[in-house]
């Protein structure tokens, strides 16, 4: 209650601070948060097999990162990140929702973690509502359900498909199937949507929702060239449940990849027609963006909750996949697009991550920042107008649970300047990575480099204590001549 009392001080400190200074930047915000779509996975990016012609269009008009990270190499504590400015370690929020413990007999026991979305949080949904904007959730959330940890109960007056769920059943309406639940009546509340058309597709249905949102928030407004508008601003948050598992595309998309020659593709053909459906519905938006004249009132982030998943695309040259903490499963894409702030084509190097999303959106609002809240964040508009740098910081990840993803292992990781240390539990040791040299992460340096290690080990036992991250303690009921029996995978895994 004491945690409660103190935000809403907090949040009613920020308002009448806004109150005072109401600024003339009044952006809306869009933000493409993208479910599993590897740091590859688009043309901009340097794919020759995916075609992405209109996210390579945002990227050529805004600012690329090239190294740019998920709070979380599985999605849920990445979603909380996003919408936190808070690492998931603080909020203890670690692991992809619901899961349970894995290998209740293995050598540790895992941390704690919470199954939603804290309501103390001032999400940033709340932030931009409290601010006057209208605020929409359209796809996948997975952050909690019912009776408050939904959409609709942190800070968004429109949820549309967003839902405890992970997964839909299909991606085609009635968007429920066989592949994951075994009885008929559990599949029929598998659903993401209540209602569709025949051979509907859910990428196409999101984003014409999406287009829908855009339009109803829209007034009368002046005619005039280079005219705002004079609309109610708006927070589009648009998590595509694509490209997750189960892999189903529209047919007449797969076909064309299916015609590329194995050798030269980069992953599955269905995965590649999910790819393009996704840039599709961007497209789709930026083009209603300039239609509605929006496009130069309206900041466009784009970005995906953690790597590629290890069965549908290659993720080289980075190592490994979701869920595991090499780059694989942590580096992602992140365009943004700001009008008057982006330098058109830029590329930054400059490590960041998804905790300072929440900052930046506040800054393309015109909004003060909330540094209580998004204390894990900053602001990265030095950085987007090219003339500017961010402090020099690490960046952190805690993952203290078991996972079945290939090359996933309990641990803790800190990546500073160029370098990367990781520090697993189970089994232990300790890894240590120059990635200005050695991006695929194959000469751990530990044994040769015992300065830097120990810097950023230290500089990681800090932020552990700070954050108060969940340990691994020992499993009493382990016994190492039995080999731990996993729980049913399930197709879901790792959100």
Known sequence: MTRRICGLITVVCWLVTLTLNAAET?????????????????????????????????ASEGVRFTDAYAACAV?????????????????????WLPDGRWNPKAKLREGRFLRGLPVEEFTLAEALRAAGYRTASIGKWHLGSEPFSLPEHHGFDVNIAGNAHGAP?????????????????????WNVLPDGQEGE??????????????????????????????????????????VHTPLQAKPEVTAKYESVPEAERQGKPEYAAMVESIDDSVGRVMDTLQELKLDQDTIIIFTSDNGGFYNATSNAPLRANKGA?????????????????????????????????????????????????????????????????????????????????????????IRKGSWKLIETFDPE???????????????????????????????????????????????????????????KKKKEAGG
């Open 26 to 58: 009044r952006n809306n915000v869009v933000l493409f948060l993208i479910d599993d779509l590897g740091w590859r996975d688009l043309g901009c990016q340097g794919s020759t097999f995916y075609q992405t012609p209109n996210i390579d269009r945002l």
């Open 75 to 95: 999605c849920s504590p990445t979603r909380a990140a996003v919408l936190t400015g808070k690492y998931p370690a603080r909020l203890m929020l670690t692991n």
């Open 169 to 189: 059943g299909s991606y085609f309406f009635p968007y429920r199937g066989n592949w994951l639940i075994p009885t008929t009546e559990l599949r029929a509340q």
């Open 201 to 242: 597709y859910l990428t196409d249905r999101l984003t014409d929702e999406a287009v829908k949102f855009l339009r109803d928030t829209q007034t009368a407004k002046s005619q005039e060239p280079g005219a705002k508008s004079t609309a109610q601003p708006f927070f589009l948050y648009f998590p595509h449940y694509g």
């Open 325 to 413: 903490y090499y780059e694989g499963g942590i580096r992602v894409p992140l365009i943004v697009k700001w009008p008057g702030v982006t330098k058109p084509g830029l590329v930054v190097s400059e490590p960041v991550t998804s905790t300072d999303l929440y900052p930046t959106c506040l800054a393309a609002a015109g909004l003060p920042g909330l540094p209580n809240q998004h204390v894990d964040g900053l602001n990265l508009r030095p950085v987007l107008t090219g003339a500017g740098a961010l402090p020099e910081r690490g960046l952190f990840w805690h993952f203290p649970h078991y996972n079945d993803h290939p090359s996933s292992l309990p641990s803790s990781v």
């Open 429 to 487: 040791g300790i890894e240590l990575y120059n990635l200005a040299n050695d991006l695929s992460e194959t000469k751990n340096l530990a044994s040769t480099e015992a300065a830097k290690l120990n810097e950023l080990q230290r500089e990681l036992d800090a932020w552990r204590k700070d954050v108060d991250a969940e340990v691994m303690r020992p499993n009493p009921d382990y016994d190492p001549l039995v080999k731990p029996a996993k729980k």
